[in-house]
């Protein structure tokens, strides 16, 4: 999932690549919503590595009603990933919406989205 997500982003136009991060998987630290103190690092992410903004009432609706189904991914203790969901009926299913999946380029492709989700 997180390689339809880098592949989406393509790579800024820059034209260069960034390089990757090194890091041992096991160095990942994954992390549910904590509170208040977790969502300007979630609108950080959003906001440096997503093309579509999102106002202040949209992560709140989001991380208020769902704050089990939101989660980071931390290395190091910067904050290098999120995905914020949601669950609910919609024509009378029950099922599960990902409203934002977010991986720092330089992380991106080692399995930390796909463990967000997981």
Do not use: Q
Not at 21 to 28: G, L, T, Y
């Amino acid at each position: 999932m997180e390689e339809e997500a880098a592949a989406a982003e393509g790579d800024g136009g820059g034209g260069g690549e960034e390089e990757s991060a090194v890091f041992s998987p096991s160095e990942i630290e994954y992390v549910s919503y904590g509170g208040e103190h977790h969502l300007p690092l979630i609108m950080g992410l959003v906001d440096d590595e997503l093309s579509e903004p999102y106002s202040i009432f949209t992560y709140r609706y989001f991380v208020y009603l769902w704050p089990n189904l939101t989660f980071l991914a931390f290395h190091k203790e910067k904050c290098v990933g999120t995905v914020v969901c949601k669950m609910g009926d919609h024509r009378n299913t029950f099922r599960g919406y990902i409203a934002m999946l977010v991986v720092i380029k330089s992380y991106r492709g080692r399995g930390i989205g796909k463990s967000t989700v997981s």
